[in-house]
């Protein structure tokens, strides 16, 4: 449970001053209900198919709580899970968690830490007319094979569905 206690403290009757207090507890630390666990995947994920650009779906992601980022697969099994149940959902790509926004070709998480997997399409990244800044990933398999379920670069100002993670 996550709530705020209001403390009054006064001194001789002269001095007075508030204070809230916080009080974060395990309860209230836990994913969104809206979110669902994803076979072959750690997290629990939010799959959100309006589209919008990629700086809102950081911030909607964010917007749940602790513990909820944009999701930005780590492994083989979670990229190939994930991109499965886009599929499932017809969505062909959507926003993943990362930006070279600061340095053109250093991969950050939204946080600022460097993405160490990148399994890029064919080609990719490119940054085509050096504006493709924030990482989508690929669901559609009419693309081809050596694009299908990989990483891509595309203009962040684009509109995407996209995929919150729960890492509680």
């Given at each position: 449970?996550?709530?705020?206690?209001?403390?009054?403290?006064?001194?001789?009757?002269?001095?007075?001053?508030?204070?809230?207090?916080?009080?974060?507890?395990?309860?209230?630390?836990?994913?969104?209900?809206?979110?669902?666990?994803?076979?072959?995947?750690?997290?629990?994920?939010?799959f959100k198919p309006s589209p919008v650009k990629w700086i809102e779906a950081v911030t909607t992601c964010r917007e749940f709580g602790p513990g909820?980022?944009?999701?930005?697969?780590?492994?083989?099994?979670?990229?190939?899970?994930?991109?499965?149940?886009?599929?499932?959902?017809?969505?062909?790509?959507?926003?993943?968690?990362?930006?070279?926004?600061?340095?053109?070709?250093?991969?950050?998480?939204?946080?600022?830490?460097?993405?160490?997997?990148?399994p890029w399409a064919l080609g990719e990244p490119n940054d085509t007319g050096g504006q493709e800044d924030c990482?989508?990933?690929?669901?559609?398999?009419?693309?081809?094979?050596?694009?299908?379920?990989?990483?891509?670069?595309?203009?962040?100002?684009?509109?995407?569905?996209?995929?919150?993670?729960?890492?509680?």
């Amino acid at each position: 449970m996550r709530g705020a206690w209001r403390i009054v403290l006064a001194a001789c009757g002269r001095l007075g001053f508030e204070l809230e207090l916080t009080i974060d507890t395990p309860a209230a630390r836990r994913c969104d209900d809206s979110f669902t666990q994803v076979a072959n995947a750690p997290l629990r994920y939010g799959f959100k198919p309006s589209p919008v650009k990629w700086i809102e779906a950081v911030t909607t992601c964010r917007e749940f709580g602790p513990g909820h980022s944009l999701a930005l697969p780590t492994s083989d099994d979670e990229r190939l899970a994930l991109s499965a149940e886009a599929r499932a959902t017809v969505v062909e790509r959507w926003w993943s968690g990362g930006t070279d926004r600061a340095t053109e070709g250093t991969w950050l998480d939204p946080d600022g830490a460097p993405i160490t997997y990148q399994p890029w399409a064919l080609g990719e990244p490119n940054d085509t007319g050096g504006q493709e800044d924030c990482l989508d990933l690929l669901a559609d398999p009419v693309e081809g094979t050596a694009r299908t379920d990989r990483f891509d670069d595309r203009s962040c100002d684009a509109t995407l569905p996209f995929i919150c993670a729960c890492s509680l």
